[in-house]
């Protein structure tokens, strides 16, 4: 699959993307990465990706002919399964049936808000989608970008080395069912500073350890995620 990224700082996306299952993906032939610089598609004397908010107020607005521009030179005949992507804090929450979805597309171009935000036609004539990875705010959709594509790109066929790994995770199943997060883990040594790793994990009874498992992953979804308890009990 190809992603595209546009983004007014190109130069952000050299290291997110040169290491772990997004490299491999690459190596592979799985996945393409082009980054593609806002200025270049910008024409006027002043070279302006932004201007200020109609309507007054602080900071600035991404223009739309730019961002307009470039999809339509990129893609100057869109397929269903092209798709654009907004990026902003104001779009709908990324989750991992997002990832499905986008798992199965050829092609998405995600472009990267920046200042105060992005001109409101780009989000209703343009973009398939508007996304946020969360409600916290960042500076810019750039890192918002680098996760989507790490958390897509460890889907695609081929690309964990591990066929059915990625098809469990991307059901969004624990192994201890229910929408669980996933229990947790120990490795040696047993007794580190005194804190054991539980015994139960050591006696090689499989039935045990998986009763185990899936208590510890209740106990802690409970105490950490209330939220996905909750979605669990109602069934979602
Ligand atoms: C006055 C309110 N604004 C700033 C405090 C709103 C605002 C504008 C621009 C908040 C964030 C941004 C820039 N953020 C993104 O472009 C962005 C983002 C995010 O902030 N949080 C979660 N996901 C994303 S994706 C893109």
């Known amino acids: 699959m190809i992603f595209h990224v546009l983004t007014i700082f190109p130069e952000f996306f050299v290291g997110p993307f040169a290491h772990g299952v997004v490299k491999r993906a690459q ?10 610089n806002l200025r270049d598609y910008v024409f006027d004397r002043h070279k302006t990706v932004d201007d200020r908010p109609f309507g007054g107020g602080e900071g600035m607005v991404l223009k739309p002919e730019p ?16 798709k654009v ?5 104001q779009g709908r929450l990324f989750d991992q049936a997002a990832a499905n979805r986008f798992a199965q597309d050829d092609e998405l171009l995600l472009i990267c808000g920046r200042y ?31 996760i989507v594509i790490d958390a ?10 591990n066929e059915s790994s990625a ?7 624990t192994g201890h069912g229910e929408g669980l997060l996933d229990c947790p883990h120990w490795t040696r040594p047993a007794d580190f500073r005194g804190w054991k790793a539980p015994e139960v994990l ?35």
């Open 27 to 36: 190596d592979a032939g799985r996945l393409e990465i082009r980054v593609h």
């Open 67 to 82: 961002i307009f521009l470039a999809v339509e030179s990129l893609w100057p005949r869109r397929t269903a399964r092209q």
């Open 85 to 89: 992507i907004l990026l902003s804090a």
């Open 116 to 146: 105060e935000g992005v001109d409101e036609r780009v989000a209703e004539h343009l973009a398939d989608e508007e996304l946020s990875i969360g409600n916290y705010v960042l500076s810019g959709g750039e890192l918002a970008a680098a």
């Open 152 to 161: 897509t790109a460890r889907l695609l066929p081929g690309v964990l080395g």
């Open 167 to 173: 098809a469990f995770e991307s059901f969004q199943e």
């Open 202 to 236: 050591l006696n090689g009874n499989h039935e045990e350890i998986r009763r185990f498992r899936r208590q510890a992953a209740r106990e802690k979804t409970g105490r950490l995620r209330e939220d996905m308890l909750r979605g669990a009990e109602r069934g979602d």
